[in-house]
């Protein structure tokens, strides 16, 4: 898998430079050439060999910003269902893959993993919303992105910041999930289609091992 | 479960740390970028930089400070001072940034607060508080809202201004006693819990810490979703694991994994 190709997709929402940089440290670190580009060419995304989605901001804002990138949904769509390359969604870019999101005003998704972005509601009052800070991850089933990171209360954290989360309607979508007033939304994946809620960019040692996983992920 | 955060802050000037960091290996204690470094290896759950540049020229060294540090450390990193409009958040967060605090522009026109929401989203803009209080001992306590480093008196109830600000659209706030901080007696408690208490976003403590026993008060009496500190492990009286194994054995939720 030498010299991959990893799109991570530009539509004006927020630093990627430092998610490169994440990236191309986990590749480095995993023995990995691959050549990690920040890019907002359709054509770069339609072709790579992997793409990100990464999303900072609310939801309806950067469906916009997507949507005003010409041919980026499109291309896209061509590199994650057509050539079936895997695919990362990350925070509001996971959120993206649902079929709508309810931040604000109800604005339509990918539809990728069906189901919707609703508002975290914690069950304690007491507890804090945005849901901002480093929670452990629960596992519902066996996935590649989660291989070799140890889960559960003693396992590794996973940084989030974040008031909606996505709630698919095929459970079997979620692969892990987070406590916080009941659960959270945290990584979900359907065939060659991933996401996480939480910034594997800042989670330190899991974020690494997670990109790591998926820049080796053979769906 | 959701984990307490510690968040040492750098005050940056001119591109440098201005308080002394005398702590683990640093090559150069006036660097930013290594003092960052450290700390995301010693396990800090965040960091914060505080620009106090006097000038406006200077603010491309900060910017160039924040893109380095968020090239070399993968931790949330927010970045305050001299926050004055949505281009200024912009710029900060193209640069690396992750969050952005407000302070006296939040103060001048809290609608300012919900324009940043609006564009970047509640969860970067962290509003910061810095609070005097008022009443005379024996009176039911009340704070008023400082700016200009605690120069300027507003007239503004700080915990008034904490439900107007999360309201606009603040997803955090950062609550500074101006009476406690460089003091080292602790965080002003009473101050932390009733904006805590007010607001339903998460509150971080700051201004005071003297001990690691401050940083329990913080959270378990203050109502804190996370401290905040300087001068404690800048000078290399504890190390953040320290101040963690400290917090835990109290029976606090702490991130031990870094």
């Known amino acids: ?219 | 479960m959701l984990k307490t955060r510690i968040i040492p802050c750098l005050d940056v000037k001119d591109g440098r740390v201005v308080k002394g960091v005398q702590f683990l290996e640093l090559r150069d204690a006036g660097d930013p970028v290594e003092a960052a470094k450290a700390y995301d290896a010693a396990g800090a759950d965040e960091l914060c930089f505080l620009d106090i540049t006097a000038s406006h020229e200077d603010r491309g060294t900060l910017l160039d400070v924040v893109s380095r540090t968020a090239e070399a450390c993968f931790m949330p990193l927010t970045v305050g001072g001299g926050v004055r409009t949505v281009e200024d958040i912009r710029t900060l967060l193209l640069a690396g940034a992750d969050k952005v605090s407000i302070n006296t522009a939040a103060v001048k026109d809290p609608d300012f607060v919900a324009q940043a929401a609006r564009k970047f989203g509640s969860q970067c803009i962290v509003v910061a508080i810095d609070a005097k209080r008022t009443s005379a001992p024996g009176e039911p306590a009340a704070w008023q809202i400082f700016t200009h480093g605690g120069r300027s008196p507003t007239g503004i109830d700080a915990i008034d201004f904490a439900r107007t600000v999360t309201a606009r659209g603040a997803g955090e706030l950062l609550v500074t006693s101006m009476d406690r901080d460089g003091m080292r007696s602790g965080y002003d408690l009473a101050l932390t819990r009733a904006i805590a208490d007010a607001v339903s976003v998460p509150v971080i403590a700051s201004g005071g810490v003297g001990g690691l026993d401050d940083f329990v008060a913080g959270v378990r009496d203050g109502g804190a979703s996370a401290v905040l500190a300087a001068s404690i492990f800048h000078f290399g009286q504890h190390t953040v694991a320290e101040a963690k194994a400290h917090m835990a054995a109290a029976g606090l939720a702490m991130r031990l994994d870094a």
């Not at chain 1, 990627?16 to 994440?22: E, Q, R, Y």
């Not at chain 1, 079929?99 to 189901?115: A, N």
């Open chain 1, 1 to 219: 898998m030498t010299g991959e190709t990893v799109a991570i997709i530009d539509y004006g929402s927020g630093n990627l430079h430092s998610a490169a940089k994440a990236f191309e440290r986990a590749a480095r670190e995993a023995g990995l050439a691959s050549r990690i580009a920040v890019t907002s060419d359709p054509d770069r995304v339609a072709s790579a060999d992997r793409v990100v989605l990464p999303g900072v901001g609310a939801y309806a804002d950067c469906r916009r910003g997507l949507d005003a990138v010409p041919g980026m949904v499109e291309a896209m769509t061509h590199a994650a269902k057509e050539r079936v390359r895997p695919f990362l969604g990350i925070c509001v870019g996971m959120q993206l893959l649902a079929t709508r999101g309810l931040e604000h005003t109800p604005t339509p998704g990918l539809g990728w993993i069906p189901g919707d972005v609703a508002p975290i509601a914690p069950s304690d009052p007491e507890l804090k919303v945005p849901h901002m800070g480093w929670n452990t991850l629960r596992r519902d089933r066996d996935q590649a992105l989660l291989e070799g990171i140890p889960t559960g209360e003693t396992g590794l954290h996973a940084y989030f910041v974040h008031s909606y989360a996505l709630i698919p309607e095929d459970s079997s979508d979620v692969v892990a999930h987070s406590e916080y007033g009941g659960p959270v939304t945290a990584l979900v994946a359907r065939d060659n289609i991933a996401g996480t809620q939480f910034h594997p960019e800042k989670s330190q040692r899991l974020g690494l091992a997670l990109i790591a996983n998926f820049l080796r992920w053979r769906p």
